[in-house]
């Protein structure tokens, strides 16, 4: 019985971890870029803020309709503008980062079929020790948005 009682308390305790950790992660400002017509591959933004006061890791991110989705960066190199891949981004306690065209993004690789603007994506982050956040994220147009002129 005390075998029983140790594990029901240390399950409990991760249980509140986790939901702790839920409370300090929020996501705003999201999307997912629609796919270019022939290809296979886009990305995601959003802005992913710590409210909690410890700092979090982020260290992946998964999809049940995306086969790989990798965290990346653009970095300016040798005059000219790279992308690579990251192991992970570190959020300060209380601070945010911002996932952004041309920044620090999230590939996603291998779509079976194209994502339209108008449609949602479910995207789940990952966070050093296990936690994981689900996001569901719209899909935005590649076209940008007419300027209305307005004649006097």
Do not use: C, W
Request: proline fraction near 3%; aromatic fraction near 6%; charge should be positive.
């Amino acid at each position: 019985m005390k075998t029983f009682s140790t594990l029901f308390s240390a399950l409990l305790l991760i249980a509140s971890s986790f939901s702790v950790m839920a409370q300090q992660v929020a996501v705003s400002d999201g999307h997912v870029r629609e796919v270019i017509p022939g290809n296979t591959v886009t990305s995601a933004y959003m802005t992913i803020s710590n409210t909690g006061k410890s700092g979090l890791k982020l260290v992946g991110a998964k999809s049940d309709t995306i086969p790989r989705i990798e965290i990346h960066e653009h970095i300016m190199a040798d005059g000219m503008m790279k992308m690579r891949q990251k192991s992970h981004i570190d959020i300060a306690a209380g601070d945010n980062v911002v996932l952004q065209p041309m920044g620090l993004h999230l590939m996603l690789f291998g779509l079976s079929s194209p994502v339209k603007a108008g449609q949602s994506q479910d995207i789940t982050l990952i966070f050093e020790g296990g936690f994981e956040y689900k996001v569901t994220l719209p899909v935005h147009s590649i076209k940008k948005a007419k300027k209305h002129h307005h004649h006097h």
